[in-house]
């Protein structure tokens, strides 16, 4: 019989209380407890980032981390990426530059994108891929990948300096 | 399969080393390297998991009397933030920069770094070029106590260190470098990231007329624990470093490292970047 413990935390910004196994990890707890599978599982070691979610605004692999561990904390997944402006800016430009192929390692470098361009407006290619080490993409070369966040902090710092719209025309479907 | 009967995540320095005091305690910390090593059930679980995250002693990184105090807590990412660990113990930050991913240096902590104890620990060999100190804090007498070990007779083998079961290390004291003192830290491995060392070599000394004074050299992934160089320093203590010392430097190290062959890197290939990179960080730091 293994322990338990009761956390509390901010999802998405939604409060949740759950009651935990002593050493699950936050990324079991996300996709089979809570039912957000956006968080991918791929190699369960930290080396390939398909798991990278934002807690208290940094991201890190939530492979390695305890959800006890997320007890009082605030947790952002890609689900909740996904519904910001920035995420928008960032899945359209994903779209648009045909960074996308097999896309397991989309949610783990839409999160990682993000935590880049919040704190890296203006990344050149090489703050890019310096950004970006910690997600691994088996399908193809990262080019497109590393073109697409550029395009996104880009059409993000016109929108911001605009105050408009980062994609106008386009459909946010 | 080994259970953990008890979570529990002190608020306390003082809480924190009476739980170890009773035993049978896993600690903690990040996460970056407990998770994974249990997860390949190469560390099983004792009974107790005890979380330290909550222990405001073991945070930040403050200055007092020519000596910098890092809490065993404070984050890969935090030491590339901070300002005097850049400025002032720049050995250390350029491992930091090394460091894994972004999400694995915003997990990982010093105070982990150290206690995972592996031979090719990024932090560890700069920290030894430090001549940092360990402290460790138990409850020995029902009074919380602490103990300070330099980190040259902190690590005892791959994974092995003299602390305690019942000890918790709070922090890694560092004395502040001398005026002029410039180091340089390389990293070998196949990645330029996420990669575990194949060598690593931190180098600094305070450069004045071209002669090398104070000078410190620590070696990682080439031993059962990361080393000073005390012979390798002596020869260049002193002497410029022109192409003969530099030899003489490189003859040094070779005789104190003891490389194995591995899936890194063979015994031989970590013998040649020894010799070869040992004399390029010397010669960089030499023409500051």
Same mark, same amino acid.
């Given at each position: 019989m293994s322990a338990y413990c009761d956390i509390e935390f901010t999802l998405n910004g939604v409060r949740r209380q759950l009651t935990v196994p002593a050493k699950m990890s936050t990324l079991e707890m996300l996709r089979e407890r809570l039912g957000l599978r956006g968080t991918k599982y791929a190699c369960g070691e930290g080396e390939c980032g398909a798991c990278t979610i934002l807690v208290d605004g940094r991201t890190l692999n939530s492979c390695l981390m305890f959800a006890a561990d997320c007890d009082g904390r605030e947790l952002l997944t890609v689900e909740g990426v996904a519904a910001s402006e920035l995420g928008e800016c960032l899945r359209n430009?994903?779209?648009?530059?045909?960074?996308?192929?097999?896309?397991?390692?989309?949610?783990? /470098?839409?999160?990682?994108?993000?935590?880049?361009?919040?704190?890296?407006?203006?990344? &050149? +290619? $090489?703050?890019? #891929?310096?950004?970006?080490?910690?997600? /691994?993409?088996?399908?193809?070369?990262?080019?497109?990948?590393?073109?697409?966040?550029? &395009? +996104? $902090?880009?059409? #993000?710092?016109?929108?911001?300096?605009?105050?408009?719209d980062p994609f106008p025309g386009e459909s946010h479907g | 399969m080994e259970a953990i009967q008890r979570y529990i995540a002190p608020r306390s320095l003082d809480e924190a080393a009476e739980i170890l005091r009773a035993g049978n305690v896993t600690v903690l910390a990040g996460g970056t390297d407990l998770m994974p090593q249990a997860n390949a059930g190469r560390l099983p679980f004792q009974p107790v998991l005890m979380n330290v995250r909550r222990v405001p002693e073991l945070c930040g990184i403050a200055k007092a009397g020519g000596v910098v105090r890092i809490g065993a807590l404070v984050t890969i990412s935090e030491l590339l933030e901070s300002a005097l660990v850049r400025e002032r113990l720049g050995l250390l930050w350029q491992a930091c920069d090394h460091f894994a991913s972004d999400q694995i240096r915003n997990a990982a902590t010093l105070g982990g770094n150290v206690c995972n104890a592996s031979p090719a620990g990024d932090t560890l060999v700069p920290l030894l070029a430090l001549e940092a100190s360990a402290v460790l804090a138990s409850k020995p007498n029902g009074r919380l106590e602490m103990r300070r070990v330099p980190l040259g007779q902190f690590f005892t083998g791959p994974g092995r260190t003299v602390r305690q079961p019942t000890e918790l290390l709070a922090a890694v004291e560092l004395p502040l470098p001398p005026k002029g003192f410039a180091g340089?830290?390389?990293?070998?491995?196949?990645?330029?990231?996420?990669?575990?060392?194949?060598?690593?070599?931190?180098?600094?000394?305070?450069?004045?007329?071209?002669?090398?004074?104070?000078?410190?050299?620590?070696?990682?992934?080439?031993?059962?624990?990361?080393?000073?160089?005390?012979?390798?320093?002596?020869?260049?203590?002193?002497?410029?470093?022109?192409?003969?010392?530099?030899?003489?430097?490189?003859?040094?190290?070779?005789?104190?490292?003891?490389?194995?062959?591995d899936v890194r890197a063979s015994d031989w290939y970590r013998r040649e970047l020894v010799r070869n990179m040992l004399k390029r960080v010397i010669s960089h730091v030499g023409l500051l």
């Open positions: 430009a994903f779209v648009a530059n045909g960074a996308v192929q097999c896309g397991f390692c989309t949610p783990g /470098l839409m999160v990682q994108a993000s935590h880049l361009i919040e704190h890296h407006p203006g990344a &050149d +290619a $090489a703050a890019v #891929r310096r950004g970006i080490e910690g997600n /691994l993409c088996r399908c193809t070369g990262y080019k497109k990948i590393i073109e697409a966040i550029q &395009d +996104a $902090a880009e059409k #993000r710092g016109h929108a911001e300096k605009r105050g408009q | 340089e830290f390389y990293k070998h491995g196949t990645r330029p990231g996420l990669d575990i060392s194949a060598i690593s070599i931190a180098f600094g000394a305070v450069v004045e007329r071209k002669l090398l004074t104070r000078v410190r050299i620590a070696f990682g992934a080439v031993a059962p624990t990361p080393i000073r160089a005390p012979r390798t320093e002596a020869v260049l203590e002193g002497r410029a470093p022109d192409a003969a010392i530099l030899e003489a430097a490189a003859q040094a190290a070779l005789a104190e490292i003891h490389p194995i062959s």
